[in-house]
């Protein structure tokens, strides 16, 4: 089945760090995949996507690049703001459940901290 | 943008007793919503889909009868933990979307404790 795997974490930067989550997925056919972050207290909001091959979802000065060929979706940002501080998510869409939809399957989500 | 509520934000029940969560999309129609469990440092594991006046679909492995789903409105659907027991505590999160191919809006999430 299918199947995300992201870097553990947590991650801990300081501000205007360079910041890069790792993702990489397991799936049959051509899912879509996402990132979606959770500031404390919140749900998940979908931060950015891509579609299909080579495309380049962004959003708020973070980047994701669909790679086929490595079958990743890193997530990269070149300057972390303390606000940014959340869990953050990798997630593809490709299964289609019995319920007449697609469904979403989750990376276990990485917690990022950045530091004044 | 589309807002999810969930309600109770936290929850602690007795064994064996029955806990109703509830979420609401509330700017918009939600012909699907989605029911998550979260167990510490782990994945959102999908439980069930619900369409608006039909029967949810749940997962494999996923206990129908002791995890009761109800979409009677377009802006309204119920998660009741049935005879709950400790191993039932965890964060149970749902998702809302209109249309076929829409987005997920997520909720905040529903922090369950059995005790």
């Known amino acids: 089945g299918d199947s995300v795997t992201q870097m553990e974490g947590p991650v801990t930067l300081s501000e205007e760090a360079f910041l890069t989550i790792n993702c990489t997925y397991t799936a049959t056919g051509y899912p879509s995949l996402f990132w979606y972050v959770q500031y404390p207290g919140e749900g998940l909001q979908l931060l950015l996507k891509?579609?299909?091959?080579?495309d380049k979802g962004s959003n708020k000065g973070f980047e994701a690049t669909y790679r086929k060929e490595t079958t990743s979706f890193h997530l990269e940002k070149g300057s972390v703001q303390v606000s940014d501080s959340a869990v953050y998510f990798c997630?593809?869409?490709?299964?289609?459940?019995?319920?007449?939809?697609?469904?979403?399957?989750f990376g276990k989500g990485t917690k990022l901290s950045v530091i004044p | 943008g589309a807002v999810v509520s969930q309600h109770p934000s936290r929850v602690i029940c007795k064994s064996g007793t029955s806990v109703k969560i509830e979420c609401r999309s509330l700017d918009f129609q939600a012909t699907t919503m989605f029911w998550y469990r979260q167990f510490p440092k782990k994945s959102l594991m999908l439980m069930a889909t619900s369409n608006e006046g039909s029967k949810a679909t749940y997962e494999q492995g996923v206990e129908k009868d002791k995890f009761l789903i109800n979409h009677a409105s377009l802006t309204l659907s119920t998660l009741t933990v049935t005879s709950a027991h400790p191993e039932d505590s965890s964060f149970y999160i749902c998702?809302?979307?209109?249309?076929?191919?829409?987005?997920?809006?997520f909720g905040p999430g529903t922090r369950l404790t059995v005790t």
């Open positions: 998702s809302a979307r209109s249309g076929g191919g829409g987005e997920q809006y």
């Open positions: 997630a593809l869409s490709g299964s289609y459940s019995g319920a007449g939809s697609y469904q979403l399957t």
């Open positions: 891509a579609t299909k091959a080579d």
